[in-house]
Nanobody, 125 residues
Framework: VQLQASGGGLVQAGDSLRLSCAVS????????VGWFRQAPGKEREVVAAIWWRTGYTTYTDSVKGRFTATTDNAKNTVYLQMNSLKLEDTAVYYCSAGSSLILSSMNEPTAYNYWGQGTQVTVSS
């Protein structure tokens, strides 16, 4: 499985961005796709996770109501719509895929066995 994240950029606080994660390879084996982010000096944290077939989604508290993760199974693409961006959303964003994780582990980085390269999101004041 290969993952290609794109859509990052430099925006102002309050703006919106949509990240895309194109999934290729053995996509039929995927159970969930996660969006994670890592800011300088901080640990990688989950932003959102989506169950591939059903669209069931979880979000970290800091992005609830602002971020929305969706899948387009026909295009094998997962999106992260980010609205009302804040300075603290600045980070490198990664998409990941897990082929053997269970529902209760969707927010755990160690549950994902495929990772794409990151895309930088910078929010300025």
């Amino acid at each position: 499985v290969q993952l290609q994240a794109s859509g990052g950029g430099l925006v102002q606080a309050g703006d919106s961005l949509r990240l895309s994660c194109a999934v290729s390879g053995r996509s039929f084996s995927i159970r969930a796709v996660g969006w994670f982010r890592q800011a300088p000096g901080k640990e990688r944290e989950v932003v959102a996770a989506i169950w591939w077939r059903t669209g069931y989604t979880t979000y970290t508290d800091s992005v609830k109501g602002r971020f929305t993760a969706t899948t387009d199974n026909a295009k094998n693409t997962v999106y992260l719509q980010m609205n009302s961006l804040k300075l603290e959303d600045t980070a490198v964003y990664y998409c990941s895929a897990g082929s053997s994780l269970i529902l209760s582990s969707m927010n755990e980085p160690t549950a994902y066995n495929y990772w794409g390269q990151g895309t930088q999101v910078t929010v300025s004041s």
